[in-house]
């Protein structure tokens, strides 16, 4: 079965950037892709996600939290997705999972996990004050 292999993870002081990548272990065609978090017992919420088969600027979708700071972007040659956060604040802190699914459908919102039936191990980001 496809793996999303995830890399980029990190610690960086308040106000830094990281940049995450995922890329899919085979040659594998997803409509939708994205980025979501999780703390530890809490529930997994969304952070950005986009349709891989439309144009620059397609349906993409952040949380309210990120926007503006965070910016997602997928590489078709490469079939990897990118999630550039910058300006990091320690609520940032999180494990961030890659998500990827073969429908077009959400749902309800694109932001939501039950619409990704493929998810990564997870990469640690630390924000420290």
């Known amino acids: 079965q496809v793996q999303l292999v995830e890399s980029g993870g990190g610690s960086v002081p308040t106000g830094g950037s990281l940049t995450l990548s995922c890329k899919p272990s085979?040659?594998?065609?997803?409509?939708?892709m994205g980025w979501f978090r999780q703390t530890p017992g809490g529930e997994r919420e969304g952070v950005a996600t986009?349709?891989?088969?439309?144009?620059?600027?397609?349906?993409?979708y952040y949380a309210a939290s990120v926007k503006g700071r965070f910016n997602i972007s997928h590489d078709a040659v490469s079939n990897t997705v990118y999630l550039q956060m910058n300006s990091l604040k320690p609520e940032d802190t999180d494990t961030y999972y890659c998500a990827a699914d073969d429908s077009r459908v959400c749902g309800g919102s694109c932001l939501r996990p039950g619409a990704y039936k493929f998810w990564g191990q997870g990469t640690q980001v630390t924000v420290s004050t």
């Open positions: 986009l349709y891989t088969n439309l144009p620059r600027g397609g349906h993409i």
């Open positions: 085979q040659a594998t065609f997803f409509r939708k």
